[in-house]
T-cell receptor, first 114, second 111 residues
Framework: DTGVSQDPRHKITKRGQNVTFRCDPI?????LYWYRQTLGQGPEFLTY????????KSRLLSDRFSAERPKGSFSTLEIQRTEQGDSAMYLC????????????FGPGTRLTVT | AQSVSQHNHHVILSEAASLELGCNYS??????LFWYVQYPGQHLQLLLK??????LVKGIKGFEAEFIKSKFSFNLRKPSVQWSDTAEYFC?????????FGTGTRLQVFP
């Protein structure tokens, strides 16, 4: 399968713990996006990368959230000191860039903070 | 701020009924428009997209959508739904390289 992959698919953590999610985009896709989706809502943009450069961050991305894409391939999203309000589906998407705006989504990581 | 509105939150239809899901966006510039679908237990998949040209776009599985610039709308249609169309449908617009999604419409189709 050559689609976007995310790991883990599910994560249950206790409040106050740190968690890290990984996203592997489609090979040679320059752009990588993170979104968050809560129940009954559409995905909300968090941040995106062009190669290894983080080009935009949403105001939703508090200082407890950090994302990296160190070599321009896979990306990680870390949440420090998790709160119950962080419980959501975290989605990753990629696209080749160069004017093609279609984004290809991964299966998501479902985070539950207890 | 840019936004996308989907007026129908939950739609229930019988098989073979016609479907129209509304989508309006608020953004004055050039837009790229999308409909994504999320089948139960699966990830978001692209149904169709509009970048430019013919405002009537056809997607997969018999879906189509019409871009009406004057109404800032991009409604999704299908003449005859099937049970397998049961899913959540999201309208989205690209604004400065990121997608802005509507809240989604849950479609249930009964045999």
């Amino acid at each position: 399968d050559t689609g976007v992959s995310q790991d883990p698919r599910h994560k249950i953590t206790k409040r106050g713990q740190n968690v890290t999610f990984r996203c592997d985009p489609i090979s040679e896709h320059n752009r990588l996006y993170w979104y968050r989706q809560t129940l009954g809502q559409g995905p909300e943009f968090l941040t995106y990368f062009q190669n290894e450069a983080q080009l935009e961050k949403s105001r939703l991305l508090s200082d407890r959230f950090s994302a990296e894409r160190p070599k321009g391939s896979f990306s990680t999203l870390e949440i420090q000191r998790t709160e119950q309000g962080d419980s959501a589906m975290y989605l990753c998407a990629s696209n080749p860039g160069g004017g093609d705006n279609e984004q290809y989504f991964g299966p998501g990581t479902r985070l539950t903070v207890t | 701020a840019q936004s996308v509105s989907q007026h129908n939150h939950h739609v229930i239809l019988s098989e073979a009924a016609s479907l129209e899901l509304g989508c309006n966006y608020s953004y004055g510039g050039t837009v790229n428009l999308f409909w994504y679908v999320q089948y139960p237990g699966q990830h978001l998949q692209l149904l169709l997209k509009y970048f430019s040209g013919d405002p009537l776009v056809k997607g997969i599985k018999g879906f189509e959508a019409e871009f009406i610039k004057s109404k800032f709308s991009f409604n999704l249609r299908k003449p005859s739904v099937q049970w397998s169309d049961t899913a959540e449908y999201f309208c989205a617009v690209t604004v400065t390289d990121k997608l802005i999604f509507g809240t989604g419409t849950r479609l249930q189709v009964f045999p």
